[in-house]
């Protein structure tokens, strides 16, 4: 099928799902795995926006791997599901699996991060400016030093993901120009706790002991965490001796801000869902066809705004 075919269908089949809309739908959901406590806020509040919604939501956990990702959407496509959610692990390898899915005329709706793909293969995508997130984490480490050396090490996501390519852009971005800033070291630690640890482990062995290291930048806060405890078990001050900025806004990172461990953490919402479900039922209503790209809010958080309230807030949706 051409792109162009593909756009007469859609709105076509559109036109007649609107017709038949009602309670019951089946979704399907491919999420990416559980390697960090926003990933499971995620599953946990598609679970209930789409149990408050009366959905039938059909989720399969790839465990961080692109093969049984495409496995589930073919398994939901050839259930005839009525849509798919999916939060891609890596950013290329979709055409196929896509197609086949507009083939069988089922929306997806993209959550929390890109594809490499045409854009007529997917209904829309839901998430935040991934590069902006770092862009915002980078500019409050240039204020923060205000032009005093600063020698950073980065823990980079999942290799390949959008998140990873995305953040470090925006970071670099943001202290480009700034000659007092270098980051020295750079590794994936997966966006998992366990692996941030390990990587920060080798960084602070290769950095002096740690003290040639000025400030981490983590791609999510569950690595963050895990270097706030390798930084801890040598001896040194997370958040005082080396800074600490990361992105996500989970309850755990909110807990080292309020500690004094960790200094900033820049906000993704969990809450990817709602979006994605209002895009669908205005859809499947009277073929309104959304956004290429519906931004979610970000927003900079550090000890001036109240973390342990943060975290109070934060503790029970599911992370």
């Known amino acids: 099928m051409t792109h ?37 806020a995620e599953t946990t509040l598609t679970r209930s926006q789409a149990e408050e919604r009366g959905y039938q ?8 791997r692109q093969e049984n990702q495409i496995a589930a959407i073919r398994s939901f496509v050839a259930q005839g599901v009525d849509a ?7 950013a290329t390898g979709w055409d196929s699996v896509l197609h086949e899915a507009a083939e069988a005329e089922i929306p997806v709706v993209l959550l929390d991060r890109q594809v490499d793909s045409a854009d007529d293969l997917y209904l829309t995508a839901v998430g935040s400016d991934l590069v902006h997130e770092g862009e915002v984490a980078g500019q409050w480490l240039v204020d923060e030093v205000a032009g005093e050396p600063c020698r950073i090490v980065e823990l980079q996501g999942t290799t390949g993901s959008s998140p990873a390519i995305d953040r470090k852009t925006g970071f670099e971005n943001a202290i480009a120009g700034h000659d007092n800033l270098e980051i020295v070291r750079s590794q994936t630690a997966d966006f998992t706790r366990a692996r941030g640890k390990e990587v920060m482990e080798s960084f602070l062995q290769a950095e002096g002991g740690g003290a040639d290291i000025c400030a981490l930048y983590a791609h999510n806060d569950d690595m963050a965490v895990g270097a706030i405890q390798a930084i801890k078990e040598a001896g040194l001050a997370p958040g005082t001796d080396i800074l600490v900025v990361s992105i996500d806004a989970v309850p755990d990172i909110f807990q080292a801000i309020a500690a004094g461990e960790a200094n900033a953490t820049v906000e993704l919402t969990p809450n990817m869902a709602g979006p994605a ?13 959304p956004e290429k790209f519906i931004q979610t809010e970000s927003k900079l958080y550090t000890a001036a705004d109240d973390p342990q309230g943060e975290y109070d807030r934060r503790k029970d949706l599911g992370y």
């Open 57 to 64: 939501l059909q989720f399969s956990d790839a465990q961080q």
């Open 4 to 40: 162009a075919t593909m756009l007469t269908t859609v709105a076509a089949l559109a036109l007649s799902a609107g017709a038949a809309l009602a309670e019951g739908e089946t979704i399907g959901f491919s999420q990416i795995g559980s390697e960090s406590g926003w990933r499971a």
């Open 84 to 90: 798919i959610l999916l939060a891609p692990v890596v």
């Open 277 to 289: 479900f209002d895009a669908l039922e205005a859809y499947w209503a009277d073929g309104t066809m």
